[in-house]
């Protein structure tokens, strides 16, 4: 038989599918597929029914919809343009408002092999971590704020763990008025600084972290994201660092450099008055699973603080007794093995 053509035109005004996936579902696999298996046909099954049909002929697809329905996820003006050739699917165009932000896509699907291949690019504006989070089941949002993201990437697969597993991507990303909603940067300065000092600790501190807009380069390895680097600041505070997030173990491992210029961190922060500390990389550490993260989270990265500890003792010595530079270099070089213990 000659190959096939298909010119597929489809708009309305409103689409919900959660009224058809489960029933296609259903039928695809037989009832016995796992979860991961029975998403995958999900994903890919819209687009295997045309190619088969199509028995390597060309297609064109356009889809337009005021409003579609997916699960709990409101897309509003959808639209997907793609070109079929073979086992060769082009989604020129797939974009629609949601979350109080937008998305457009476009990938590069090929059935053919035995794991399909995907490539994609993927631009997001303005889009809510918050909604996104509740859209997508999660108890809390770890990081609010919005999203924006440019992206590429690629992976294979037949299921929704295997393309996960084997996704590769990079782009960059930004986050409007990100807060960190587990656990305090400032709250950890703020202690580190009291410590060297030796004022007491009488502040009380909200839970989370308001940090100014986040700029990062990201690079998805599987379950695996990486912000490395990233920059934002709290008041006076910079913050600079790299972050891991392992998206499948829930867990985090962020290294913020803080530097402070000025006495007081934040309008609500605390006074720093050593100049020991201000206009100084400070390392924190802060390393978690997102179930437990808290207070505890975070803690200063290295021998920062015996560094800060020494140099501050010393400074007392010289203050307050009368030593001459052989003496005091004794006692200094003394004081670096105590702590260097």
């Known amino acids: 038989n000659a190959p096939k053509n298909l010119d597929l035109q489809l708009s309305g005004t409103s689409l919900d599918l959660n009224h058809y996936i489960s029933d296609v579902d259903n039928k695809a696999s037989g009832g016995a597929k796992t979860a991961g298996q029975t998403q ?58 949601t979350l109080e932000g937008a998305f457009i896509t476009t990938a590069n699907i090929n059935l053919k092999p035995r794991q399909p291949t995907l490539s994609f690019t993927q631009q997001i504006s ?92 990201i690079n ?12 934002t600041a709290i008041g006076n505070l910079s913050v600079r660092g790299d972050a891991v997030v392992n998206t499948q173990a829930m867990t985090f491992n ?35 699973s997102f179930e437990k993260a808290g207070a505890k989270s975070c803690a200063p990265d290295g021998d920062v603080v015996k560094q800060l500890l020494q140099g501050a003792v010393m400074d007392n010595i010289r203050k307050n007794s009368k030593l001459d530079e052989k003496t005091g270099d004794a006692v200094e070089s003394l004081l670096k093995g105590i702590f260097g213990r």
Request: proline share 4%; glycine share 8%.
């Open 254 to 288: 962020v290294l913020a450099v803080t530097r402070l210029s000025g006495e007081r961190t934040s309008e609500n922060g605390c006074v720093v008055k050593s100049k020991r500390i201000r206009d100084r990389d400070i390392p924190i550490r802060c390393k978690d």
């Open 220 to 231: 998805v390895n599987g379950h695996k994201l990486t912000l490395n680097p990233y920059t």
């Open 40 to 97: 995958a046909a999900a994903v890919f099954a819209p687009l295997a029914g045309p190619v088969a049909w199509l028995e390597g002929g060309n297609g064109a697809i356009n889809i337009g919809f005021d409003k579609l329905i997916v699960d709990t996820l409101s897309l509003d003006d959808f639209q997907l343009t793609s070109r079929i050739k073979g086992a060769v699917v082009e989604i020129t165009r797939l974009s629609a408002n």
């Open 126 to 217: 303005g889009l809510s971590l918050e909604k996104a989070a509740a859209a997508f089941g999660s108890k809390k949002a770890e990081v609010t704020g919005q999203l924006n993201l440019n992206l590429d990437g690629r992976t294979q697969g037949l299921t929704t763990d295997e393309l996960h597993r084997n996704l590769v991507s990079s782009g960059e990303l930004t986050v409007v008025q990100p807060r960190i909603t587990s656990f305090n940067v400032e709250r950890s300065y703020c202690e580190i600084a009291a410590m060297v000092e030796q004022t007491p600790v009488t502040q009380q501190w909200p839970m989370g972290t308001q940090l100014k807009d986040l700029k990062a380069t």
